[in-house]
């Protein structure tokens, strides 16, 4: 059997963000965005001046195509990182691009995708709410029709770059009655409006990606902004589990994919350098045990992230592995680096070693996306396990 190998292109795209994340995004700089919790705009330009930002826009509106796995790999690398850029480019890429691309009305393509190819576009999610979590259909966040346009009340939660995206991309509960997987919209609503406001959250990890409680009272938008233009409106349930929703989780296993990698690259290389009675602790049998065990856990993590990716690209179905990718390299992630912080010791828990923060970043990524628990009845209900 061949190894899996990534194709020319991949192989270009990878040794090309590897120089970027070396020139642009030197480990000093990370911490120093992690410890500030900021999203560093003028990188983010540079990033998109490469053309990544455009992976996932076709030609016709100034990308390169769509391309899920050169996206995946994009986010793999930035992860190895910094979350501060990774998590924008997600944003743009893919928040914004993927759903133009899937739901958009043509007059929306028309002028926000070569933004997105730019890098000049950027989404932030507005589904959750404090009350509201995988049970999205359960939405409270209210919007009414008068007139040409529409009036929101309501609030979100775990709104990830809220305060420098350009919209809102907002779950709504549009109708009334009893329907309510039918009476649901999203909305493209901008950020600086009269009625919004935004508090930064306090989460332990993901720095720079400034996840956020948006508020809004009596908020008024265009109906232009409606996603997918006047076809959109009550039909957001359909909008949101399209196959932007698969994409969604296997981006949460790139990050996770690339947090690991970076853990597993650091641990590799401290065994060799930290002496303990004379010798290198990567001839101690339990360390080396160790890193054998992270660095095949890494390999599966990988395979399977990309097989996964491989399906989009062709148009498969791939509900179910997309879950299950999800679901593996997410959990598996976590016990990497975990494990990759013991080789570290004392080290890996102080701010100056990356350690400590690849433990802060992986520790979320079982949760969001959809957590553990709703890819495990994910899987058993796609593939019709009795009841």
């Not at 192989?11 to 642009?24: A, G, H, S």
């Not at 190819?117 to 932030?124: K, R, V, W």
């Not at 923060?357 to 495990?376: E, H």
């Amino acid at each position: 059997m061949q190894p899996l190998k990534d194709p020319e292109h991949i192989l270009i795209l990878r040794e090309t963000l590897q120089r970027f994340i070396e020139d642009q995004m030197p480990r000093h700089l990370a911490r120093e965005w992690d410890e500030k919790n900021e999203f560093p705009r003028e990188v983010f330009d540079k990033l998109a001046a490469l053309g990544v930002t455009g992976l996932t826009v076709p030609e016709e509106y100034g990308g390169s195509g769509p391309d899920v796995l050169a996206t995946m790999v994009t986010i793999e690398e930035l992860s190895t990182r910094s979350m501060a850029v990774c998590s924008p480019y997600i944003q743009s890429a893919c928040y914004a691009g993927m759903n133009l691309v899937e739901v958009g009305s043509e007059e929306q393509k028309r002028e926000m995708l070569p933004k997105v190819a730019t890098g000049e576009m950027i989404f932030a999610y507005g589904i959750s709410e404090p009350d509201v979590g995988a049970d999205v259909a359960s939405v409270k966040t209210t919007a009414r029709r008068d007139g040409d346009s529409i009036v929101v009340n309501g609030a979100k939660r775990f709104c990830s770059g809220a305060s420098f995206s350009d919209y809102i991309y907002t779950l709504v509960r549009s109708g009334d009655g009893d329907n309510r997987h039918g009476n649901l919209s999203i909305l493209l609503i901008p950020p600086d409006l009269p009625g919004i406001t935004i508090e930064l959250q306090k989460s332990m990890g993901l720095k720079g990606s400034a996840t956020a409680d948006v508020t809004f009272q009596d908020v008024r938008i265009p109906a232009s902004n409606i996603m997918g233009g006047e076809a959109g409106w009550n039909a957001g349930w359909g909008q949101l589990v399209g196959p932007g929703l698969d994409v969604e989780k296997i981006e949460v296993a790139a990050m996770a994919l690339g947090l690991a990698r970076a853990a597993v690259e650091d641990a590799w290389r401290y065994a060799q350098e930290r002496e303990q009675g004379g010798k290198p602790i990567c001839t101690l049998q339990s360390i080396r045990h160790m890193l054998a065990e992270v660095k095949t856990q890494l390999e599966a993590c990988r395979l399977m992230t990309y097989h996964t990716a491989a399906l989009l690209d062709a148009g498969e179905d791939a509900g179910v592995a997309t879950s299950m990718a999800k679901l593996f390299v997410s959990d598996t992630a976590v016990e990497i680096v975990l494990t990759c912080q013991r080789v570290l010791g004392a080290y890996g828990y102080v701010r100056e070693y990356d350690m400590e923060r690849y433990v802060r970043d992986v520790l979320v990524m079982p949760i969001i996306g959809g957590s553990s628990a709703v890819q495990k009845n994910n899987i058993a209900n796609q593939l019709r396990l009795p009841r």
